[in-house]
C-alpha cells in the first residue's frame, strides 16, 4: 500500500550521526574526569534520549547531580559540533525528494533534545518535512517509546493511524511503533543488528533506501 504520512526517526535512520555524538559524549566525560568511552558502546546508549545515553556513559554509580552536569556539557558541546561529520545515509535524500514528489506527507521524531533536531533536519532536509518534533519532555510530551510525539504529528496533519507508517532504526522505534498503533518498517543500516531487531519484535524491514522507497510508496 502506499501511505500517506511517513514518520521518521532520525539518527540511525535518516542521519549517521554517531561519530558526532561519540565525540560529544566523550568530551563531556573528560570535562568530569571520566574515561571515554568507544562508538560502539555509544552506539548501544543511544536511542532513549541523551540523558539515558549520558547516564549510561557515565562511570557506575555516579550520582544524579553530576549526570545532570555531565548532560549539561554534552549539549553544549553538540550544539555546536552537531554538523562536524553527521551526514544523512547514501540515498535517503533521494527517497525523500521521491515521498515529497508523490504527495506523501513527511515527519521526523526524536528523542534527540529539540535544540539539535530542528538546525539538523533544516540543514540537510530544508522544505521537506510537515513536522518536525525532537525530545520537548518539559512540554509534556514524553519522549519515544510513549507514543506522544508520534500522535502529535499524527494530529497536526489530520491523519489517522491506518494512513501512518513509522520508520526506525532500533528496539525503541518498535515499541514507539506498537504503542502508536501504526505500522512500522525498521531500517537494517543504522545503530542495531538485524538478530537484535527481531528479537525486539521487528517484522518489517527495509535493508536499502531504494526498498524503503518501494514499501512506501507501494511499488
Known amino acids: 500500500m502506499q501511505y500517506k504520512t511517513v514518520i521518521f526517526?532520525?539518527?540511525?535512520?535518516l542521519l549517521n550521526t554517531l561519530d558526532d555524538l561519540h565525540a560529544s559524549t566523550n568530551h563531556a566525560l573528560a570535562c568530569h574526569g571520566m574515561p571515554p568511552r568507544t562508538k560502539d558502546e555509544v552506539r548501544r546508549f543511544v536511542g532513549n534520549g541523551i540523558y539515558n545515553l549520558i547516564r549510561q556513559a557515565?562511570?557506575?554509580?555516579?550520582c544524579d547531580s553530576t549526570i545532570e552536569?555531565?548532560?549539561a556539557t554534552f549539549d553544549?558541546?553538540?550544539?555546536?559540533?552537531?554538523?562536524?561529520?553527521t551526514a544523512p545515509y547514501e540515498g535517503i535524500s533521494l527517497l525523500l525528494n521521491n515521498l515529497k514528489a508523490a504527495g506523501v506527507r513527511c515527519c521526523v521524531v526524536s528523542n534527540k533534545g529539540d535544540y539539535?533536531?530542528?538546525?539538523?533536519?533544516?540543514?540537510?532536509?530544508p522544505n521537506i518535512f510537515d513536522v518536525v518534533c525532537?525530545?520537548?519532555?518539559?512540554?509534556g510530551i514524553r519522549r519515544k517509546p510513549w507514543p506522544d510525539t508520534v500522535l502529535t504529528c499524527m494530529e497536526s496533519l489530520g491523519m489517522e493511524r491506518e494512513d501512518c507508517v513509522y520508520v526506525g532504526d532500533s528496539e525503541v522505534d518498535v515499541a514507539t511503533a506498537q504503542n502508536a498503533g501504526m505500522d512500522h518498517i525498521i531500517v537494517l543500516w543504522g545503530f542495531r543488528s538485524e538478530g537484535f531487531l527481531r528479537q525486539s519484535g521487528a517484522r518489517t524491514f527495509a535493508r536499502t533506501?531504494?526498498?524503503?522507497?518501494?514499501?512506501?510508496?507501494g511499488e
Open 9 to 13: 526517526d532520525l539518527d540511525g535512520t
Open 58 to 62: 557515565v562511570v557506575p554509580g555516579t
Open 69 to 71: 552536569e555531565v548532560h
Open 76 to 85: 553544549a558541546h553538540y550544539a555546536k559540533h552537531s554538523l562536524d561529520r
Open 116 to 125: 539539535a533536531v530542528q538546525p539538523l533536519v533544516q540543514h540537510f532536509f
Open 134 to 139: 525532537g525530545e520537548r519532555e518539559k512540554e
Open 209 to 217: 533506501p531504494e526498498q524503503l522507497g518501494e514499501l512506501l510508496l
